[in-house]
């Protein structure tokens, strides 16, 4: 059950939105940009249509080292649609599984070898939320 204590944590930011960005700015000293303006949003992530979402491949392996889920994604072509669906992927698994998720993306294309392969990053400069470095199997040399 939520307590009082754990609403004031986070309720003084809705009340005055700035503090956040000073806290950010002047205790952490992150490099967070002035923000122009500043909205509150809707707070509730729940999914309520069914979205499907499948990965093309998915193998848990078992080391002595730990358990990794490995995620296969075959990629034809650059699809930055990904640049979304990958995180998600790897953020749901993690969740559901309680392992560590290991993306792999499988080409043809050097071309889509060299785009799958940038990590994709989600935060602001300076300071990444999350980062996803795919491992790509695949033509790296031109021909």
């Known amino acids: 059950m939520v307590g009082s204590s754990h609403e004031a944590l986070h309720r003084i930011f809705q009340k ?14 992150v490099p967070f940009p002035e923000p122009r303006e500043i909205a509150a949003l809707n707070v509730d992530l729940t999914e309520i249509e069914p979205v ?8 848990r392996a078992e080391t002595d080292e730990g358990t990794y ?17 990958w995180p998600y992927y790897l953020s749901y698994l993690y969740e559901k599984y309680r ?31 999350l980062t996803v470095r795919p491992l790509v199997l695949g033509r790296t040399t031109c021909r």
Do not use: M, N, Y
């Open 16 to 29: 005055d939105p700035t503090l956040l960005t000073k806290a950010l700015q002047k205790v952490l000293h």
């Open 52 to 59: 499907e979402r499948r990965v093309d491949t998915l193998l």
């Open 99 to 129: 392992c560590e998720p290991v993306l792999i993306v499988i080409t043809q294309s050097s071309a889509t070898a060299r785009w799958a392969s940038r990590p994709i990053r989600l935060g602001f400069p300076g300071w990444d939320s």
């Open 69 to 85: 889920l490995l995620v296969v994604e075959s990629q034809g072509k650059a699809d930055d649609r990904k640049r979304g669906s």
